[in-house]
């Protein structure tokens, strides 16, 4: 009798400036996790994102942002992988990386459909569909993803339906700078009680 293979942990790659991390990453993360769609996320912290302008704040900062945001989710994680690569951080090379250092678990790669509509322009995006399966959520707007988007004829790309909170870091960042108002809406309490000990 053949042995079988051990089966891997199916893990979600979520990458991300998280400038800063908020509730609507957390939600998303979960809610995959809920579905049963992976055994576990990890949001991948990007030091710099190739397709994003600068403005981020400390890498560092950010980093401890997103760790003390997910500190209550359950399967849901943090990595640090990005920071030891080289810049700007492609996902390609931390797939690569992530698969290299744990064998033992299947990598999927999980993606907005904006980053699925410009995916074309990622940097060896044919070797990411060849290699690794992908996941893409749903708009801002709470439209559906465009399931007739080809994926090479693969069967690699799966389109998800979770709930939207309709957030965004910008959005954030924009309160803090300018409504003296602003109380965190949006951010896990944690992560408020830290931006503001760190820059208010």
Known sequence: MCKQAPKKTITGVYGGSFNPIHLGHTSMAREIVRQGLVDEMWLVVSPQN????????DDGFRLELARAGVRDVEAVEVSDVEFGLPKPNYMVNTLETLSAQFPDRE?????????????????????????????????????????????????????????????????IRSQIIDNSQYKGEGLDSKVWEMIREKML
């Open 107 to 171: 990598f999927v790669l999980v993606i907005g459909q904006d980053n699925w509509d410009c995916f074309h322009r990622w940097y060896k995006w044919e070797d990411i569909l060849q290699r690794y399966r992908l996941m893409v959520l749903p708009r801002q707007t709470g439209e559906p993803c465009d399931n007739a988007r080809r994926d090479g004829g693969c069967g690699r790309v799966t389109f998800v339906d979770t709930p939207l909170i309709n957030i965004s870091s910008t959005w």
């Open 50 to 57: 190739p397709l994003k302008d600068s403005g981020l704040w």
